[in-house]
């Protein structure tokens, strides 16, 4: 049995009402496993920040450390300018949590319609690691010459030893676990200085494992996603390749609608953070109608960080139940079920199996 | 009539197969419309490179300033390191002739099976407009404390005022002359200091134009144009993320294979460089089955830039009607046809329309 204590943060838009579900599932779902979660609830966001001046307090990140998780809806809103949104929030938390890893699951689900041939969607099951610390998004970088004609902007991408040796030791204990194969993105054959160094220590280090690791030019690895996505296994990506990759896979897979992502300090050291791949999306917010599986598949990988195993495990297979049944999936997946019919469904699933 | 003195670098591999393919077309369809090209035939190559010791001779690209344009196959070959390969010709080409521009077609082609589900593959017709000069690839970065705990590795991006103005016009201009609307490809909401600025000059200088231009994420992006890619007209990215989406366009097309590019000074004081984005790959090379049609397809738009617009649409609808015929499709898009059946078809297919 897992005791855990877990801040909760809705955020904004549908990030709220994701929570609720989230939630909603789990005050059933965990008696039925004898585990526990004591939720710190907070109410950080734009909203906050358009009241108080501030996403979160100046506390924030002390409060958060003792917790054991995070599990976060989705922050920005219309109004907020993004910089301000994510380095009010999620940028620090990554950064100062040292949550170098972002770990996102892509897998072609029974009832998500992909928007590949049947033949080439069938089976894809990709595990993308994402380098979440350092690389392209640097904090050097600004602008030269406001307001005159030489005005120019730079921005330096920073890969160091430490940072690409940890996040590919990460992808090769996953692959080990996994079908053993990492495809690693990179961009060494043309001008950008970094790439044969990631290229260097991803595979000196990927070598001490049992995986077979290869690396692809992002360009082509982005055609070969669509052309065959179920050859792949492991996808090691740097920052902006992670990041990019990760939403091209679950396109792929035919909505970032139901793609999670953890945020994980592997050492465990601080709290890991677990987020839906998607955003507060302003535009359907307010009515409902939000697909709530993204949440859901992040609680699971939060419940599995945890240790609940059981409790994970019947909530990926009440998940996957839901999305098997036309009845309750979400307009987004080509359904017509709300977010509460949803959640309803994904709770009689892990009632039932449980019993 | 046209006259144009051009280029001719076969390069390595399947890149000697398919300029066959494409002078030969070219010596039966350019008497037929009254154009005249002199070539310029240049062995510059890895083989050249391994025996002579560079890629091409020391005044090479004075030597290509002569000409109106320069028509490339593929070059990189196994055991010549690729900066070795690009640096020695390729970059060098596209920088000191400031071809700016990279224009990249990606259109969903009759007989070319596209990965996608019918429905959603139906009217893919997408210009890529790419920087082609600044950016992400930039000749600043290195190593620190190479064999040290510390390593680093660093790449500065430099975007200039001159530079985002200059591409954002041209793809203004042609978004003009086609269904007037521009994405630009950002990733502005995060860390990197130089997408801020991109939005604000792409959105400035469009802003001149009948164009309607938005701004999307890099990651949404990507997902999205495997999503729904009929709603995209002009899709305007930096060096890298133009290199990104022309290949995941070409892929969710059906194929690299057909896919063609132009390397654009559109102040046309140098030579404009014209290519396939295929490579020269090594493992099909000099079997004859490697497909012609991203040459050809390269040579449509070369013929365009020099003015032989009825050579150029008698081409164009030549390559259309041989994909359509099964029995002239190479072995990457589904067929069995060798590359000198697939340029027999399309020579005759122009004989015959220009008769
Ligand atoms: C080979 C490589 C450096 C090149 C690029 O990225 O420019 C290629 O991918 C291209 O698109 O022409
Ligand atoms: C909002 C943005 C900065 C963020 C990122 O690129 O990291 C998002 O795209 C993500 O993937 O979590």
Redesign the pocket.
Known sequence: MTSARVAAIPGDGIGTEVMDSAKAVLARLLPLTGDNIAWTDLDWSCERYLTEGALMPDDGLGLLREHDAVLLGAV?WPGVP?HVS?WGL??PIRRMFQQYV?LRPVRVMEGVPSPLRPDLAEGVDLLIVRE?SEGE?SEIGGRFGAGTPVESAFQQSVFTRTGVERIARFAAERAERRRGRIVAATKSNGIIHTMPFWDEVVAETTAHYSVETTFEHIDALAAKLVLHPARYDVVLGS??FG?IL??LAAGVCGSIGIAP?ANVDPTGTYPSMF?P?H?SAPDIAGRGIANPVGMLWSTVMMLEHLGAARAAGLLMEAIAETLRDPATRTADIGGTADTAAVTDAVISHVTRSAA
Do not use: K, Q, R, T
Request: aromatic share 6%; hydrophobic share 30%; charged share 25%.
């Open positions: 920005g993004d994510l999620l940028i972002n979440n998004y920052n902006l990041d990760s939403d992502s987020e791949v955003g």
